[in-house]
Nanobody
Framework: EVQLVESGGGLVQAGGSLRLSCAAS????????IAWFRQAPGKEREGVSC????????YQIDSVKGRFTMSRDNAKNTVYLQMNSLKPEDTAVYYC??????????????????WGQGTQVTVSS
């Protein structure tokens, strides 16, 4: 199991930007597919963006395309989520997750077995 710690959340006005980071404590981080999920109050956890372990295969939900960019730095064991043009509907707790596999589609959270504690993102209108 991978230990994951998110940071970078906060309060921002609509149209602003935030950059989330997720630091992983694991020997071979490049063995893991990774993802960012979010959960708003009263809603199910949804996969925002996910990435394969090495070849850059990615997926994003339509609502963040063109605004969010996911990246990973395997040398630093860190995953990032750059969020631009934020909207109030992006308000949620954001989690990073990992699975020891080449690729796991984040349409479902059940395939991911390592989770961070979450970081709150609040976008005011």
């Amino acid at each position: 199991e991978v230990q994951l710690v998110e940071s970078g959340g906060g309060l921002v006005q609509a149209g602003g930007s935030l950059r989330l980071s997720c630091a992983a404590s694991v020997f071979a981080f490049d063995d893991y597919a990774i993802a960012w999920f979010r959960q708003a109050p009263g809603k199910e956890r949804e996969g925002v963006s996910c990435m394969s372990k090495s070849d850059g295969t990615t997926y994003q939900i339509d609502s963040v395309k063109g605004r969010f960019t996911m990246s990973r730095d395997n040398a630093k064991n860190t995953v990032y989520l750059q969020m631009n043009s934020l909207k109030p509907e992006d308000t949620a707790v954001y989690y990073c997750a990992a699975a020891k596999a080449h690729w796991v589609n984040c349409r479902s959270y059940r395939a991911f077995d390592s989770w961070g504690q979450g970081t709150q993102v609040t976008v005011s209108s």
